[in-house]
C-alpha cells in the first residue's frame, strides 16, 4: 500500500517536472465518460465541508476516473493540490510533501510548488525544503531562493516531451468503489464514491486503525476534482506506526490564471551556461 502511494506521488512529479512544456490535447472529449463499474449505492456519509448536495442521478454512475493526464488536458486552466503525509514506523518520524500546479492552457504556461518536511526518528525541528518551477512556452526555470536555472528547449524537444507525457496515465488507488451522492466540490458538479483498501494488515498481523478512502468524479468528464485516502496500522502504537494519506484537489477550474517569470528567472535567462 504505502509502496503504491510513493509510485503515484513519484510518478506525478515526474510528469510536472519532465513533461510539462507543453500540453498535449487530452484523448477524451471533455464530456465523453469511459464505461464504469456497476456499484451498488451505499449509505450516505457525513457531507464534507464544502460540499453541496445535489439531486441523485437515475442509476449508478461510472466509477472509473480517466487518467491524471487526460483529465487535466481537458481543461483549459485548472489549480491542483497533491499532499502527502507519511508517519513511522516509529511514530516520532514523519514526511510530508506538497505539491501545488497552476496551469493555463491559454498562454501554455505552468507554475508548480514543492514542499518538503521530513522530521527524522526521536522528533525534533522539521527539515524542510522549497522549490519551484515556471515553464511558459518553450521556456522553463526552476530553482529556490538564489539558485536558478534557465533552460530553452528547441520545438522537437517539446513535442518528444508531450509525446512522453500521453504516454504515461496515471490514477490514484481506488478498490471496489461504493457510490454515495451527487455532490458539488469546487463549484464542480461531481459523483461521490467511497472505498477502503484490500488486505492491510493481513501479513502483518497489524492492526488497522483506519481505512479510508473518498473520492469525487466530475460529472462531466468523468475527471478527479478530489480524492482522499488515510490508512493506518499498528503492531504496537508506541513503537510502531504506520500512518499514510494523500489527498488531491483540484480547484479554480477554467478560470483565469496568470502565470509569469519571477525576476529571478529572468535574470538567469541572461545568464550564459559554462560548455
Known sequence: MKKKMAIFLSL??????ACNLS?????????????????QPGSLSPQPAGTELLPTPTGTPPANPVSINDGLGSLNSY????????IGPDPTQSTMINVEIQHSKDTN?????????????????PNTSESDLYSIGNDQCSGSGKDWKWTSYS???VEIRSLIKSMIGMTPLIENPTFVAQETV????????????????????????????DYWLAVDGQYIVKYTLVV????????NLVHEE??????????????AFPQTCLDASKVTPTP
Request: no cysteine.
Open 23 to 39: 500540453s498535449s490535447p487530452s484523448s477524451k472529449a471533455p464530456g465523453e465518460t469511459p464505461q464504469g463499474n456497476g456499484n
Open 186 to 213: 469546487n463549484s464542480i458538479p461531481s459523483n461521490h464514491f467511497t472505498f477502503k483498501v484490500s488486505g492491510l494488515g493481513v501479513k502483518s498481523g497489524a492492526e488497522v486503525k483506519t481505512n479510508q478512502g
Open 12 to 17: 506525478l512529479i515526474f510528469v510536472t517536472l
Open 109 to 125: 504556461a505552468t507554475h508548480t510548488h514543492y514542499s518538503i518536511s521530513v522530521i527524522k526518528k526521536g522528533g525534533g525541528d
Open 79 to 86: 489549480q491542483m493540490t497533491v499532499i502527502s503525509k507519511s
Open 232 to 239: 493506518e496500522t499498528s503492531t504496537d502504537p508506541q513503537t
Open 155 to 157: 520545438p522537437d524537444e
Open 246 to 259: 494523500i489527498s488531491i484537489n483540484l480547484d479554480q477550474v477554467n478560470q483565469p490564471v496568470s502565470i
